[in-house]
């Protein structure tokens, strides 16, 4: 069984960023761009990955693993120098080894599977190319008679005829093992910056009478990003995809103002009114309603449920099916079973809440004393009447009622009726605002 390679790319110092985090760990769809990187490596079939960082990237030592080996670039001297600071991963059991940048979160599993069959089909070398009506700046792809390979042409060396061509390198390349791999050595540090550039790779391939051949990629799936405002592009894009894909089976009122996490799971039949938006960790089951100004983070909506308008939800909350969250309720960590209702204006914070359970409107969960959290337990078909405080740790039984303005300090059992609050007392003709004789 063929064995691939994924060599990714990491180690360029991002200063267009300006940021005080490694541009790779930039994210997109809440994932950081080289994990995009890695995923579509590994969902191709992509058995190994070397990742080549520069010094000091400490960040990339939690993403090592039996199959991600870690590289140090020590000096960045072009792409080909970086590709061959993973030599000690191309092992002889390899067949092939696919170039991929960190920073081009965009590349599609089905697009590195067709580079790693070009060349585990027979060919020595494919190149990824891209079309653009704007191609100042990128390297050209010539082609000979047969339509394969014969050079890629930097801008600053092409011809007016050669600046004409409109396919562009990518910078993407599947390797095959053996004469080919082995040619990355002679790659020469010829040119101003004194680097050894990976496309020079096609140069010598055509000396040496390489079969290499192409594949093509929409332009959005090779972009690059380098700056804040090519970051921004680069979500479009993720975000564009993802409303695609939840479309399939949901219904986006507004899908332009729904935005996703790389990790969002849609069910069918599921409804998302506009200005939604869905953080990392977040299922929504089949049937269920999320409505306008809704934001969800690490949580799990079951079918059938409804949460919103204006609802926040987080810290690994899970509302039961046929569950009704409504506006300006926020829920972190909380379990809530089937048929909850929690209408209006509550929060429920640390807390578990039995089926069929009636949350009244101003309902607070005092789950934090300062120092410690504690949890709150309200129990099947409990009635906690409106602008109440559950000061936890307190259990509320099965059953039980807690009438309306209560503070409750204390457990409250089973089909028990709790009432904390100041008595009522009402003074006659003492208004202040009634006129005086």
């Not at 540090?189 to 929409?218: Q, S």
């Not at 949580?299 to 569950?323: D, L």
């Amino acid at each position: 069984m063929a064995r691939t390679l994924a060599v990714i790319l990491a180690a360029g110092k991002g200063t267009r960023m300006r940021s005080g985090t490694p541009k790779v760990l930039h994210k997109v769809g809440g994932l950081p761009m080289v994990d995009h990187v890695l995923a579509a490596a590994k969902s191709a079939g992509v058995e190994r990955a070397a990742l080549v960082v520069g010094a000091g990237a400490s960040w990339a030592t939690d993403r090592a693993s039996d199959a991600l080996s870690l590289h140090v670039q020590t000096e960045q001297m072009g792409t080909a120098h970086a590709v061959l600071a993973a030599r000690e991963a191309f092992t002889d059991d390899i067949d092939a080894i696919v170039v991929l940048f960190g920073d081009n979160p965009l590349v599609t599993a089905a697009t590195i599977d067709r580079m790693v069959d070009r060349v585990l089909g027979g060919a020595d070398l494919a190149v990824l190319a891209f079309r653009t009506d704007a191609p100042t700046g990128y390297g050209r792809l010539l082609l000979d008679a047969n339509g394969h390979v014969r050079a890629i042409r930097e801008e600053r060396d092409a011809t007016e005829e050669e600046r004409a061509i409109t396919l562009c390198n990518s910078g993407v390349m599947a390797i095959r093992a053996g004469a080919p791999l082995d040619a990355l050595q002679a790659i020469e540090a010829n040119n101003a910056k004194g680097e050894y550039y990976l496309t020079d790779l096609v140069a010598i391939g055509a000396e040496r009478g390489f079969n290499m051949v192409w594949e093509e990629a929409p332009v959005a799936e090779v972009m690059g990003v380098n700056d804040r405002a090519q970051l921004a592009d680069a979500e479009a894009v993720f975000q564009q995809r993802a409303r695609s894909r939840a479309l399939e089976t949901a219904t986006l009122i507004a899908p332009e103002t729904v935005f996703f996490s790389h990790d969002t799971v849609v069910g069918e039949d599921v409804t998302i009114e506009p200005n939604v938006v869905f953080g990392t960790g977040v299922a929504i089951g089949d049937g269920a309603r999320i409505y306008a100004f809704t934001h969800l983070v690490d949580t799990v909506v079951s079918p059938g449920a409804a949460i919103g308008p204006f609802a926040r939800s987080r810290g690994g909350t899970n509302v039961g099916p046929g569950a009704k969250i409504g506006n300006f309720v926020e829920l972190k960590n909380a379990a809530l079973a089937t048929g909850v209702k929690i209408s209006h204006l509550s929060y429920i914070g640390d807390a578990g809440v039995g089926a069929e359970a009636n949350i009244g409107a101003g309902t607070i969960t005092c789950n934090y004393d300062g120092v410690n959290k504690h949890r709150t337990e309200i129990g099947a078909g409990a009635f906690i009447g409106s602008n109440s405080a559950l000061v936890a740790p307190v259990s509320i039984g099965e059953g039980a009622f807690v009438a309306s303005g209560s503070v409750i300090v204390e457990d409250v059992p089973a089909d028990a009726l709790a009432i904390a609050r100041g008595r009522q007392a009402t003074k006659p003709d003492r208004s202040p605002l009634k006129p005086k004789p």
